[in-house]
């Protein structure tokens, strides 16, 4: 019987068994796999507290320590409030995948809004702590021309020496830097420099409420403006500027010379 | 050996040398010519004629693209035009101008005459005949002018001469004489407007500094109080900006020799000129404490009370000591002990 059904086994049947018990096991880790975020973030929603508690133990604490306490991987986050969450959830910084990197960078937003709030809500229950500011807080609509280009001065004195005048960001020390502002929404700047993430110094309560929303407003003012110059080169001044130059413009001076003093064929 | 044997190949071999150097090398004359493409082949020629039309064609396209944006992208009113209009005018104009030149340049390149010429040199100088007549001439009008006899022209001439050398040489009395009244370079780099009591205002509100509105890790640029009132207040500024940072206590190293109490509750107020060059250091680094100067990367340690850990920069920044005043604002205690910023000559 065995040797009759060996005869009768297409060369192909065993790639085929495989490939078939391969699709299997692949659809089935896919339904039943433990999907962290949605998995956690469903349930307990009329806790946030709680369903956040579940979705720092799934993905957090790693890094940061059962009890956000802290680990050699990551800093203690008792105390850094609801508006650091927000900001460093919300713009994709965390979770981050590695702590070696100099700086951690913005990337990819994992998680719902909604579960970036439970998150919020759980890391304010350790331990007071800025809370995410609310539209009016950082909305710039009803601010003057006036307040803007104090805005600007606010800028040029407190940001711009790390950001740039243009607020296209900058390099520090050993591979770290400040990121570009160009294009950041209005409450991540906002909780920035409310919690100072990263390099980032505190602004909380140095610069007041309405000079943070005109600091916002400058921002805004500045990146909307057509740019004038034509090629703008990355507004980071003259590097990139004497990069061009002294490649592309006096490298076509020295062709146009080559081809000068070159014999006709 | 010195004539010139045009175009000749005989060597005149060194007298006993002896497998040395030959002492003259053949003239080798004119290289053969060697005809262009276009020269030989007639297509070639009329494809180098159409090229140069091409581009004399396209320089007249960079002309009109010149003036189809000069209208169709007005730019008084609309600000928001300058950008395009300038664009496609320099594209344009560029193009104009470039394409006539490179046209011009491929015409002489490839149809234009490329034969070898040679031209004889001529003597340069004048006949004896048209020399004197022109020295004539010169000594004609200096008699005219009466140069040597009318004494006083002469004199008033050499004196409005000699007058205008002052000019040139009035400038340079501030090497020798200085106005008494003047404080010395000295005197002012070494002093600042900070003294005993001066209260710390924000820069750039000038509002004066709640201690207990810096947070950990906060920084505030400050300058004293007043500093609008003064005379010149961004030469003030220049020497006076300070930096104040809420740092952890436990994370600061042991201050130097009597400066233990200038900070005020883990408040440090630095000067923010660099010792190097005097650029604001003002890029502070949260997490590493580390105060970085734009300019020439000098990096200081604000946790080693501003010690340099990088750079070219030569002293720590000079730490500015702070206290509170009776309603709570931040005051400098006494001014600067050194001067701030770069090294000068009378430092020492």
Request: net charge negative; proline share 7%; aromatic share 6%.
């Amino acid at each position: 019987m065995s040797s009759h059904s060996a005869r009768r086994r297409s060369p192909l049947a065993t790639s085929a068994v495989i490939l078939l018990a391969l699709l299997v096991t692949g659809a089935l880790y896919a339904v039943l796999s433990p999907r962290s975020e949605a998995a956690a973030g469903v349930k307990g929603q009329n806790d946030p507290i709680a369903a956040g508690r579940e979705l720092f133990l799934a993905n957090c604490s790693t890094c940061h320590g059962l009890n956000a306490q802290g680990s050699s991987d990551g800093p203690s986050l008792v105390g850094v409030g609801a508006a650091a969450v927000d900001f460093q959830v919300g713009t994709g910084r965390m979770p981050a995948y590695t702590s070696d990197a100099p700086q951690i960078p913005k990337g990819r937003v994992v998680f719902s809004q909604n579960e970036i709030d439970q998150l919020a809500a759980y890391i304010a229950s350790l331990g007071p702590g800025p809370s995410v500011p609310t539209q009016d807080q950082y909305a710039t609509k009803d601010l003057s021309a006036e307040q803007i280009a104090e805005g600007g001065e606010l800028f040029r004195t407190n940001c711009a020496m790390c950001h740039n005048f243009n607020g296209s960001g900058g390099a520090l020390t050993h591979g770290k830097y400040a990121p570009s502002l160009v294009g950041v929404q209005p409450k991540y700047i906002y909780e920035a420099m409310l919690t100072g993430p990263q390099s980032m110094p505190v602004f909380g309560s140095t610069l007041s409420q309405q000079e943070k929303q005109q600091i916002i407003g400058y921002l805004g003012t500045l990146h909307s403006q057509p740019n004038y110059g034509g090629l703008a080169l990355g507004t980071i001044g003259p590097v990139s500027e004497g990069l061009f130059m002294w490649i592309v413009g006096i490298g076509a001076l020295i062709g146009c010379a080559v081809w000068l003093g070159a014999k006709a064929s | 050996m010195s004539e010139h044997s045009n175009g000749s190949a005989d060597v005149v071999p060194a007298a006993g040398a002896q497998g040395g150097l030959e002492q003259q090398f053949p003239d080798p004359g004119l290289p053969a010519h060697v005809h262009r493409r276009t020269d030989i082949d007639t297509a070639a020629a009329r494809r180098a004629e159409r090229t140069v039309a091409r581009l004399f064609l396209l320089s007249i396209a960079g002309t009109a693209l010149f003036v189809v944006a000069w209208f169709l992208f007005p730019v008084n009113g609309k600000l928001s035009n300058v950008a395009t209009s300038r664009l496609l005018m320099g594209i344009g104009l560029g193009l104009a101008l470039f394409c006539i030149g490179i046209g011009a340049v491929y015409w002489a390149k490839k149809l234009m005459p490329d034969v070898e010429v040679v031209e004889d040199r001529h003597p340069i100088a004048s006949t004896p005949e048209e020399r004197e007549g022109a020295l004539a001439v010169l000594r004609e009008g200096g008699e005219a002018t009466g140069f040597g006899r009318r004494k006083m022209i002469w004199a008033s001439l050499s004196g409005a001469l000699g007058a205008l050398a002052l000019p040139a040489i009035i400038p340079l009395k501030d090497l020798w004489i200085r106005d008494p009244q003047a404080k010395q370079p000295a005197a002012l780099l070494s002093t600042t407007m900070w003294t005993g009591g001066t209260r710390i205002v924000k820069d750039p509100t000038l509002e004066p500094v709640k201690a207990t509105d810096i947070e950990l890790g906060a920084v505030v640029h400050v300058l004293p109080e007043g500093i609008d009132k003064v005379e010149d207040p961004l030469d003030e500024k220049a020497k006076s900006a300070v930096l104040l940072i809420r740092l952890e206590p436990s994370e600061v190293g042991p201050a130097p020799k009597g400066q233990e109490d200038w900070s005020y509750n883990g408040i440090y107020a630095y000067s923010k000129i660099c010792t190097h060059m005097g650029c604001p250091v003002a890029l502070y680094e949260q997490q590493t404490h580390n105060l970085l100067c734009p300019c020439h990367q000098s990096t200081f340690d604000v946790t080693q009370h501003c010690k340099v850990v990088f750079g070219p920069a030569a002293r720590p920044l000079p730490q500015l000591a702070i206290t509170v005043d009776a309603d709570g604002y931040l005051v400098a205690k006494q001014g600067f002990t050194e001067p701030v910023g770069p090294s000068f000559w009378e430092r020492g």
